[in-house]
């Protein structure tokens, strides 16, 4: 999102008045503190409390393991005899406020780690011999992961039953915990890439910001050209099966996200990078959307955008293949729905994102209402009204991610990522501006600022999710006899590549390095589009004029930042050291002479359409 808004908004507040001439602040007033409704029974309907257990569980179940089938298995036990959680859940609640350290253990043998940690619970077994580092026990680093993850459930509930007026029973608790177990084991076994001890589980996360997002585009298509180069040959030269496991996205983000799983499906890697480039420098208004063309005070009557992204559709369409949903690559897409205010991060992957047994062409279908409900601004654009799920249709009023999650690394950790590169096309602070003279400016600078707070927000929860789960990780490999090199994860038996440097502004984050239990488990790089020097774009304006020169600048950052990127990734190999030892002068004037010209992308293309 933009704070271009602002203007449609406003018109919006006015819509109710139009055919006056001149409004009076006082009426304006009135309108903004006016009511939607008074009564109780047109309330809207709350999500149902097992539901929201079910997320919770999920959550914290789907992260990355070994063998899928075997976490699976657990997950299926947890569901079939939630008890220890419950207890657990339940001591939480009654000692609230008190020393809480004895539903974990105590004298009696009956807190949460004694009945799980310490013994067999839900078909785990004990740890049968001493663990070493150089052949980890990859049985045993899965238990202690999804031990790790259960032990975190509890607090969570107990955290959402204070929260709402009317606690949760035992019995509802126990059906939420069952469906999220499922959903979540159902995720881990169809997913089609795992955890693997040898090499890092690799992410992108990206940003929105409409056309700015060619920054991003630049960055990508130049990691992807290094990797087309090496994947697939054999070492010292080949980087082997070098790939990017995850790729998560809102907005414009999704859509180049969308290219990377492209990337990975065999025989499309040159196809993808070449819509990276032509998308992102050769594409204006007219390729993306019409105008509703309509009377102003429509907007306030059954107008609920400005544009319909039809143009967004026709190119998912075209590009989006059967293959992408199989591939090794997971590709997810955030949106909100505005009537719950919940994040959706829809992934090709997820059983519970598609109808059970629906064809590949109904999964298309519903993964391209995704990626354009992630794009969808309010206001500016008709939302997307229906997402996939596993009963058919998920309905809602679905809206740009960027609401909540503009930069969603949170999907990252939760599905298990280990490294991440983060691209923003956003400076690590809003840019600058005068003073506000009116108004107007006040409220456009707000929103502003508004929208730039969410990732700051995320980024930092995500951090500290990352953390917290991998700790606990290391709590629980010690309190199951294992040593102190195999908790950390160091050793040969391990990968475990040097230490990535942070990048600038990174120190306002926490960061694994800071805790080296876990500095091995979990890494993230950080790209940030210039903060100086670069026209950017506003909204849903798009201008190859703008567009080429922040596509450049991406090609030239992430040359920049090529050892690192390449180091946080395990991509290894001298094909792609020797495209890394390159002046990224001359790997930018490459770009440049890729670009097309802006009248070729402009010929014969209407400067705006309007819908039918």
């Known amino acids: 999102m933009r704070r271009h ?138 238990a202690e992961r999804f031990l790790a993850n259960t032990l975190g459930l509890a607090p969570s509930l107990a955290a959402l039953q204070q929260s709402l007026e009317v606690p949760l029973t035992r019995e509802a608790l126990a059906q939420g915990i069952r469906e999220g177990a499922a959903s979540a084991a159902g995720y881990v076994r169809a997913r089609t890439w795992r955890r693997d001890l040898k ?60 290219l990377v799983d492209l990337f ?13 480039l032509g998308n992102y420098t050769c594409t204006v ?91 969808v601004e309010p206001v500016l654009s008709d939302p997307v009204k229906v997402l996939p799920s596993a009963s058919g249709n998920r309905n809602g009023t679905y809206y740009d991610g960027g609401v909540r999650s503009g930069l969603p690394l949170l999907q990252a950790v939760q599905r298990g990522a280990e490294r991440v590169l983060v691209i923003s096309t956003g400076g690590v602070n809003p840019s600058p501006e005068k003073d506000p003279k009116n108004a107007m400016s006040v409220l456009m600078r707000t929103i502003d600022l508004f929208v730039a707070q969410p990732r700051v927000g995320e980024v930092q929860q995500a951090e500290l999710l990352a953390v917290t789960r991998r700790l606990g990780e290391y709590n629980v490999c010690t309190l199951r006899g294992a040593s102190e090199d195999f908790c950390r994860r160091k050793g040969t038996g391990f990968q475990a590549p040097g230490l990535v440097a942070p990048a600038a502004g990174q120190a306002v984050w926490m960061g694994s390095a800071r805790f080296d239990q876990v500095a091995t488990s979990w890494r993230t790089a950080w790209m940030f589009k210039p903060e100086t020097g670069l026209a950017t774009a506003s909204g849903y304006s798009f201008t190859p004029e703008v567009m080429q020169p922040l596509f450049v600048a991406g090609v030239e950052s992430l040359q920049k930042r090529c050892t690192e990127v390449l180091g946080l990734f395990d991509i290894q190999g001298t094909l792609a050291a020797r495209e890394c030892a390159r002046q990224w002068v001359e790997v930018s004037d490459e770009a440049r002479e890729a670009l097309p010209s802006v009248a070729q992308c402009r010929k014969d293309k209407p400067e705006r359409r309007t819908c039918d």
Not at 264 to 274: C, V
Request: hydrophobic share 40%.
């Open 5 to 142: 808004v602002t203007l449609p908004l406003m018109v919006l507040l006015a819509a109710p008045l139009a055919g006056c001439s001149f409004l009076r602040t006082d009426v304006l007033l009135d309108t903004l503190n006016a009511p939607e409704s008074s009564k109780p029974q047109d309330a809207p309907p709350r999500v149902p409390a097992v539901e929201r257990v079910a997320g919770l569980t999920r959550a914290q179940l789907m992260d990355s393991y070994v063998d899928a089938e075997r976490a699976g298995g657990w997950m299926d036990a947890l569901g079939a005899s939630p008890e220890a959680v419950l207890d657990m859940t339940a001591c939480l609640l009654q000692r609230a406020g008190a020393d809480t350290a004895a539903c974990y253990e105590n004298d009696a043998r009956t807190g949460y780690i004694d009945r799980t940690v310490k013994a067999s619970a839900w078909g785990i077994p004990l740890p049968a011999q001493s663990l070493s580092v150089a052949t980890p026990s990859e049985a045993e680093v899965d």
């Open 199 to 258: 090499r890092p589980t690799n992410a992108v996360v990206l940003s929105g910001g409409g056309a700015n997002g060619a920054f991003s585009a630049g960055a990508i298509w130049r990691l992807l050209g290094i990797l087309e180069q090496c994947r697939g040959k054999p070492a010292p030269e080949g980087c082997g099966d070098a790939r990017i496991d995850l790729a998560a996205g809102t907005s414009t983000g999704a859509l180049i996200s969308t």
């Open 264 to 276: 990975h499906t065999p025989g499309q890697e040159a196809k993808a990078r070449q819509l990276l």
């Open 285 to 375: 208004e007219s390729d993306l959307y019409c105008v509703n063309s309509t009377w102003l005070w429509n907007l306030a009557d059954d107008t609920r955008g400005l544009v319909q992204f039809d143009g967004v559709y026709s190119k998912l369409d075209a590009f989006i293949q059967p293959a992408m949903l199989h591939n090794g690559t997971e590709l997810v897409s955030v949106s909100v729905d505005f009537q719950t205010g919940d994040v959706f991060g829809v992934s090709d992957q997820d059983p519970a994102d598609f109808k059970a047994g629906g064809t590949d062409a109904e999964r298309k279908r519903g993964m391209t209402r995704a990626i354009v409900a992630s794009i």
